[in-house]
T-cell receptor, first 110, second 116 residues
Framework: EDKVVQSPLSLVVHEGDTVTLNCSYE??????LLWYKQEKKAPTFLFML????IEKKSGRLSSILDKKELSSILNITATQTGDSAIYLC??????????FGAGTILRVKS | DTGVSQDPRHKITKRGQNVTFRCDPI?????LYWYRQTLGQGPEFLTY????????KSRLLSDRFSAERPKGSFSTLEIQRTEQGDSAMYLC??????????????FGEGSRLTVL
């Protein structure tokens, strides 16, 4: 059965801290891995990763995929209160189905 | 607003009643997905359409659930004889087929169902 596991489940940090969120997966027919940010509404797309070792960056966020270890990390540097959200990892399978992890709840305190 | 829209945003119903949710995708998107999300969990795949064809259904979708996309544009998700376990956020997402191959889905804000 396909499985996407995220850790930690929740995290509380202070503004300015750096956080690392983890995602590991066991899925058949892996195509790519995605990160989404979900605040009170719909998930919004952050990154798509298809190749190992190539870091994707967007401002203070960055992410990298390790296909040998079947895992990915999402880093957020100099955290701000606006980073507080649920961060979802999802694996895209050939056939276009996304399998989501349970998410990591990040709370950034001022 | 040209994003994915869902209606209603909130629905409270009594157990045993039927409910229907509507999703209007981004207009040029030919793929439409339904996901269910419960508290503390990531979205779970329910079903998806390419144009009007329903291409895949999750085993989570019991016979009380039915989804349609009759003209390849908006979609409806109906739940018959609701149960308390159906209480969840029902998310709709859309994409172009090419985007779907890379995984980027555009989500609506969801329809939250509470079954009393």
């Amino acid at each position: 059965e396909d499985k996407v596991v995220q850790s930690p489940l929740s995290l509380v940090v202070h503004e300015g801290d750096t956080v690392t969120l983890n995602c590991s997966y066991e899925v058949t027919n892996f195509r790519s891995l995605l990160w989404y940010k979900q605040e009170k509404k719909a998930p919004t797309f952050l990154f798509m990763l298809t190749s190992s070792g190539i870091e994707k960056k967007s401002g203070r966020l960055s992410s990298i995929l390790d296909k040998k270890e079947l895992s990915s990390i999402l880093n957020i540097t100099a955290t701000q209160t606006g980073d507080s959200a649920i961060y979802l990892c999802a694996v895209v399978k050939y056939g276009n189905k996304l399998v989501f992890g349970a998410g990591t709840i990040l709370r950034v305190k001022s | 607003d040209t994003g994915v829209s869902q209606d209603p945003r909130h629905k409270i119903t009594k157990r045993g009643q039927n409910v229907t949710f509507r999703c209007d995708p981004i207009s040029e998107h030919n793929r439409l997905y339904w996901y269910r999300q419960t508290l503390g969990q990531g979205p779970e795949f329910l079903t998806y359409f390419q144009n009007e064809a329903q291409l895949e259904k999750s085993r989570l979708l019991s016979d009380r659930f039915s989804a349609e996309r009759p003209k390849g544009s908006f979609s409806t998700l109906e739940i018959q004889r609701t149960e308390q376990g159906d209480s969840a956020m029902y998310l709709c997402a859309s994409s172009l087929a090419l985007q779907a191959n890379t995984g980027e889905l555009f989500f609506g804000e969801g329809s939250r169902l509470t079954v009393l």
